[in-house]
Nanobody
Framework: QVQPVESGGGLVQDGGSLRLSCAAS????????MFWYRQAPGKKSELVAS???????TYADSVKGRFTISRDNTKNTVYLQMNSLKPEDTAVYYC??????WGQGTQVTVSS
């Protein structure tokens, strides 16, 4: 399968916001669940948010109320809106479409 492409990461201050994007192949986009993971240095990867093909969303407890996953089927893109960012959100963020490969990741750094 084609690897999705993440973008939108960067350096932001504590309390700031970022919106990550993940562009994927149109052929697979509309029929699969979507997932955002993150991995911080020295830590295991963590499932941050997911959206089923029917639009049901789930979030890790650590991001509930701050992060929102959404999708735009017309653009074959899934988003992760991240508000009220904290230094502990610092990680490389990856997306996955269905059971396909992860993207290359986008770095999010939150300074205190």
């Amino acid at each position: 399968q084609v690897q999705p492409v993440e973008s939108g990461g960067g350096l932001v201050q504590d309390g700031g916001s970022l919106r990550l994007s993940c562009a994927a192949s149109g052929r697979i986009f509309s029929f699969n669940g979507m997932f955002w993971y993150r991995q911080a240095p020295g830590k295991k990867s963590e499932l941050v948010a997911s959206m089923s093909r029917d639009g049901v969303t789930t979030y890790a407890d650590s991001v509930k109320g701050r992060f929102t996953i959404s999708r735009d089927n017309t653009k074959n893109t899934v988003y992760l809106q991240m508000n009220s960012l904290k230094p502990e959100d610092t990680a490389v963020y990856y997306c996955q479409i269905g059971v396909g490969p992860w993207g290359q990741g986008t770095q999010v750094t939150v300074s205190s």
